[in-house]
C-alpha cells in the first residue's frame, strides 16, 4: 500500500517554533542560507522515526528521573499521511532529551490517529507506532471479542488497521543521510568478518561504513542481478564512479569455548569467512578506505537508493564532497526514484536548484520572532510573479541564476 506525508507541522524544536510543510508526493527540494534551518525540518521529521521506534506500550521508553524531567524538552507533531488515496492524520506530543552530538533521543511520546476518510468516523484516538511496525494479531472475522484490549475499536476496521500497518512500516523504514554522512572513506576496513552469513558481532556494532561494505556484499551474493544492475549505473557505462566491484572471501576455521551443563569448558570448531572488497578504478585495485569522498559516498547513496523497503528518503546537501557532473548524475537519479519513492533534499546550492523544476522547491528561512518558517515556492510568488520566473527559465536563465540574484532571498 502505497504511503507519502502530504503535510508536516512542528513545534517547539530547535529553530522550529511552529514550522509547516506541504510536502510533494514524489521530489521536495528545501532551499535556504546557512542556519535557516533545513537541516533541522529534516530532523524533525525523523523524529517520527524515533517515536516509532519507543518499544515499551503506549511510548514509555523509561522513567524519566528529576534530571531527565527538567532537561527534557518538549514538542508536539502533526503530520497527515496519504494511504491508498485516503488521508490518515496524526498527533503526537513527546519529550526528547538531546545529546552531546546535538541528536535527539525520544523518551516519552503520546500519539492519536484519525482515520475519518476510512471509517467515516472523526474522532482521535491513541495508539503507539510501534506497535504498527508488527501486524495486529487478531482474526476480524472473530470479532471484537478476540482483540486485545488496548486496541481502539476503530481499529476493529480492516481498512483502517492494514492503512495504519502500512504508515507504521513507512516511518520505520525513513532513511536520512546527513551532510557528512560517508564522507570519510579511511574509516572504511579493508575487511570484514561473517559468521553464518551475518557479520561477527564484534564487527558489527557502531561502523556505518562496515556496514556499508557488508550491504554491498550482500547485495553481490544473494542478489546477482541487482548487483549487476547497480554496477552498470556506477560503472564506465554509467556515471563511471569505478570499473569494477569485486569480493574476496576467505575461509577461517576458529575454535570458541562452549559451556556445558555442570560448567564443563569444550571447544568447538566456528566456521568464518573474511570478507575482502575490491574497487578497480583505471585498472587500479583499491580498498574502500583508498576511494576519493565523493566517489564512495555516491556509492553509498545510490545502494541505499534502489533499497525498495525505503519509502522516504531524507538527504542533507548532497553537494559535499561531490563534483558538478557527479552532482549532476545524482540529481538526475534522485529525480528518477522520485517517481516511486518521496524524497526530501535540503541544499544551499543554486547548481542543484538549476537541476530541479521550481514546482518542487520550497524556500527555507530563519525569521526574527518566528524562527524558521517553510514557504512553496509557487505559493510564496504572485500568479504574476510566478508566470514571469516561469517565462524567465523558458527563454533567459535557470532557477540557479534566480537564486543567485537573489530574487528568490526576497520571497
Not at 514524489?26 to 529534516?42: E, M, P, Q, R
Request: aromatic letters at 10%; hydrophobic letters at 35%; proline letters at 3%.
Amino acid at each position: 500500500m502505497n504511503v507519502t506525508i502530504s503535510s508536516f507541522s512542528i513545534k517547539n524544536y530547535r529553530s522550529c517554533r511552529n514550522t509547516s510543510v506541504a510536502l510533494r508526493p514524489g521530489l521536495s527540494t528545501l532551499i535556504g542560507i546557512n542556519g535557516s534551518g533545513k537541516t533541522n525540518v529534516l530532523n524533525a521529521i525523523l523524529l517520527l522515526q524515533k517515536v516509532c521506534n519507543l518499544q515499551q506500550p503506549f511510548g514509555f521508553k523509561h522513567t524519566l528521573g528529576p534530571k531527565d524531567e527538567k532537561n527534557a524538552n518538549r514538542s508536539s507533531i502533526d503530520a497527515t499521511f496519504i494511504v491508498g488515496g485516503k488521508l490518515v492524520r496524526y498527533h503526537a506530543e513527546i519529550r526528547y532529551i538531546t545529546r552531546e552530538n546535538n541528536q535527539e533521543d525520544v523518551v516519552k511520546a503520546e500519539e492519536h490517529w484519525n482515520t475519518k476518510e476510512i471509517t467515516g468516523h472523526d474522532s482521535w484516538f491513541t495508539y503507539p507506532s510501534f506497535f504498527l511496525k508488527q501486524e495486529l494479531r487478531w482474526n476480524f472475522k472473530e470479532g471484537r471479542r478476540h482483540m486485545p484490549s488496548f486496541v481502539p475499536e476503530a481499529l476493529a476496521n480492516k481498512k483502517a488497521s492494514s492503512a495504519l500497518i502500512a504508515i507504521g512500516v513507512f516511518i520505520s523504514n525513513i532513511n536520512y543521510y546527513s551532510a557528512a554522512q560517508f564522507t570519510n572513506p579511511s574509516e572504511c576496513p579493508a575487511s570484514f568478518e561473517m559468521e553464518n552469513d551475518v557479520l561477527r558481532r564484534s564487527f558489527a556494532g557502531g561502523n556505518e561504513h562496515r556496514r556499508f561494505m557488508f550491504d554491498l556484499y550482500s547485495k553481490y551474493k544473494n542478489e546477482p542481478a541487482e548487483f549487476s544492475g547497480f554496477k552498470s549505473i556506477v560503472g564506465r557505462y554509467g556515471i563511471g564512479l569505478v570499473d569494477d566491484i569485486d569480493f574476496d572471501t576467505i575461509q577461517i576455521s576458529a575454535n570458541e569455548m562452549e559451556v556445558k551443563v555442570g560448567g564443563k569448558l569444550s571447544k568447538k570448531k566456528v566456521k568464518r569467512v573474511l570478507v575482502v572488497p575490491h574497487f578497480i578504478i583505471s585498472r587500479k585495485n583499491l580498498s574502500p578506505s583508498q576511494l576519493s569522498e565523493g566517489t564512495y559516498k555516491t556509492l553509498a547513496l545510490l545502494l541505499y537508493l534502489d533499497r525498495a523497503a525505503s519509502s522516504l528518503l531524507l538527504l542533507e546537501e548532497p553537494e559535499v564532497c561531490t563534483h558538478h557532473g557527479l552532482l549532476a548524475s545524482i540529481i538526475e537519479m534522485l529525480k528518477s526514484y522520485s517517481k516511486k519513492k518521496q524524497i526530501i533534499i535540503a541544499t544551499h546550492s543554486d547548481f542543484i536548484l538549476d537541476q530541479v523544476k521550481p514546482e518542487t522547491v520550497f524556500i527555507v528561512k530563519n525569521l526574527r520572532g518566528k524562527g524558521t518558517v517553510v514557504k512553496h515556492l509557487p505559493e510564496a510568488m504572485s500568479r504574476k510573479d510566478y508566470e514571469a520566473l516561469k517565462t524567465y527559465l523558458k527563454t533567459t536563465g535557470n532557477l540557479g541564476e534566480y537564486w543567485r540574484d537573489s530574487e528568490l532571498g526576497n520571497v
